[in-house]
């Protein structure tokens, strides 16, 4: 893990927020793809800084309240598909007037 590596994606992924989430430019929604090229991030260094992040959030947890170090697993999304049903079925319930 590298602090200096976290510090670096920093700026990359505050300007991915500023124009797709908070500060919502129109030409990054009519092209996301331009916001992340233009990010100069790739996938590998987004996942690494994930699971950066991750591992000294789990590390100062573990400092703070003691007990075991949790890390995070590989994920293989095989859920995904059960995850989308149950929301669209939590969307079809709660939205009837």
């Known amino acids: 893990m590298s602090i200096d590596k976290l510090h670096e994606i920093v700026p990359k992924l505050r300007h991915i927020r500023d124009k797709t989430h ?3 430019d129109r030409k990054a929604v009519e092209a996301p793809k331009e916001v992340w090229k233009d990010a100069d991030i790739s996938g590998n260094e987004l996942t690494r ?4 992040a ?3 959030i789990a590390k100062i947890k573990q400092e703070t309240y003691g007990g075991e170090l949790q890390q995070l697993v590989a994920y293989d999304g095989s859920d995904v598909h059960q995850i989308v049903k149950a929301y669209m079925m939590f969307l079809e319930t709660n939205n009837k007037e």
């Open 22 to 24: 908070f500060h919502i």
């Open 54 to 56: 991750a591992a000294l």
């Open 49 to 52: 800084a994930l699971y950066d």
